[in-house]
């Protein structure tokens, strides 16, 4: 099964949306505007992982990969693509 | 699986327990020997040589660990958050490598703390600096690092490439000094030592990812897993306590009855018992989020080792009273429980930081409660 970008990042949404009671663009630096703390980065890693069956492990915690919905997105994608 | 091990670990400890509190030392062989049965650090795979418990099965373990003796339970604790944050931070290679040695008989210890990074870790000053020639270069003081007398492996955290990650000393590097302290009022077999980290060369691969992390992220990730350990080894000090009131409040006799029949007493034995099972369920639904992926597990982990850690201080303190002049002295069950509880409510977060993290998630999410949208 692939997946594409859309899917994945609209559910990265739904969740952030339902966590923070705020909508976020796909490009919005979620950790700028500090609407997240140290607990809640260790949330978005572990709800990724369950949600799409991956694991995001050494260097793929990188802050990066969590600062916008996009780069969560990619960093799903590339890791589902790695495990197929 | 998780009673054998614990029936194996009952086995080795026996009566010793109580020696080894008041020696300030573990038998190093024995520590060795439960390290290459998988025991110190149960949640690793099989595939790495671990037992592969679930979170639950080894909370189970820990707990029963724990009731035996707060000072090897802390080791454990030691060893399963050092194989947990290779894990979490280390990459495919670092895993296979590390934790095959961590089941092995290797001992590992954790440093975080820092003479002016308690409680405050972004003011953490240990450095890992590339070194050139395929080294790093680690720089820094570490304190109370739980088991360091004993550990072969130092994992410890620094700041690295703009981030932070762990690097893994091998004890014995030239550079490193570990300067035992001398007599800690709790655990006081569990090792703790400070750690001066001199111009420390170790290879580029010992660092963990290979690149700077989030300081935060690499901090949560892996005190979860301690906070876990802690609150199901506060779980077995108040389950010692417990044990040790009632076989003695219901076998001493004063006043004509036994102990436990009079009204006070009987006080403090329903609250020692509510708080062996508050701490229990407490441990039991985080572990049930370790298990099931959730994503509050940070949070639960917080809040098991907050309501674990407290009700193991009151309950050791209601065994103390009730046992009186019988546990007043070094070494028995409930002077080690009393003793180490209270360093529960300090290490992994104190009491206070616990309250600020649950207050934050609160803040963030007014108007939610779990399970009721």
Redesign the interface.
């Known amino acids: 099964m692939t997946t594409t970008s859309e899917p994945v990042a609209e559910q990265v949404q739904a969740?952030l949306t339902e966590?923070?009671?705020q909508t976020w663009a796909r490009d919005t630096d979620l950790f700028a505007v500090g609407g997240v703390?140290?607990?809640?980065?260790?949330?978005?890693?572990?709800?990724l992982?369950?949600t799409f069956d991956i694991v995001i492990?050494?260097?793929d915690?990188?802050?990066d990969n969590f600062r916008t919905v996009d780069g969560m997105t990619a960093l799903v994608l590339r890791l589902r693509e790695a495990e197929q | 699986m998780s009673d054998d091990l614990a029936g194996l670990v009952a086995d080795r400890v026996g009566d010793r327990a109580a020696g080894w509190d008041v020696a300030g030392e573990l038998p190093r062989d024995l520590l060795a020997e439960l390290g290459a049965l998988g025991v110190l650090c149960a949640q690793v795979g099989v595939e790495h040589g671990g037992a592969g418990l679930d979170s639950r099965a080894n909370g189970e373990l820990t707990a029963a660990v724990g009731e035996l003796c707060g000072s090897l339970r802390s080791v454990m604790t030691s060893q399963g958050m050092a194989a947990w944050a290779i894990r979490r931070l280390g990459t495919a290679g670092q895993r296979d490598h590390f934790l095959r040695r961590l089941t092995s008989g290797e001992l590992a210890a954790v440093g975080f703390s820092e003479p002016g990074a308690g409680s405050d870790l972004a003011a953490m000053a240990t450095t890992i600096t590339d070194g050139g020639s395929g080294d790093v270069v680690v720089r820094g003081r570490k304190v109370w690092v739980t088991a360091a007398h004993y550990a072969d492996l130092l994992l410890v955290f620094g700041g690295y490439r703009g981030g932070a990650t762990a690097v893994v000393v091998p004890a014995d590097t030239p550079g490193v000094r570990v300067e035992r302290v001398p007599h800690p009022s709790g655990c006081r077999a569990a090792g703790h030592a400070g750690l001066v980290l001199d111009h420390v060369r170790v290879p580029a691969d010992h660092v963990l990812g290979g690149v700077g992390l989030p300081l935060p992220l690499v901090v949560t990730a892996a005190l979860t897993y301690g906070r876990m350990s802690v609150a199901w080894g506060c779980v077995g000090i108040l389950r010692a306590c417990l044990a040790a009131a009632v076989e003695h409040t219901g076998g001493r006799e004063q006043f004509g009855i036994p102990l436990a029949g009079h009204q006070l007493v009987g006080r403090l034995l329903a609250e020692l018992y509510v708080g062996e099972q508050i701490a229990t369920r407490a441990c039991e639904h985080a572990s049930a989020s370790w298990d099931g992926g959730a994503p509050e597990v940070a949070t639960d982990a917080v809040q098991a080792k907050y309501v674990a850690s407290r009700a193991a201080a009151a309950g050791a303190s209601h065994a103390v009273q009730l046992l009186a002049s019988a546990a007043a002295c070094d070494g028995h069950v409930v002077a080690r429980a009393y003793r180490d509880a209270k360093l529960m409510e300090i290490i992994e977060g104190t009491t206070e930081i616990c309250q600020l993290l649950l207050a934050e998630h609160v803040r963030g999410r007014a108007g939610t409660v779990r399970g009721r949208p």
């Open positions: 969740f966590r923070t009671r703390s140290s607990m809640f980065a260790m949330e978005l890693v572990v709800h992982e369950s492990a050494g260097p915690l990188a802050l």
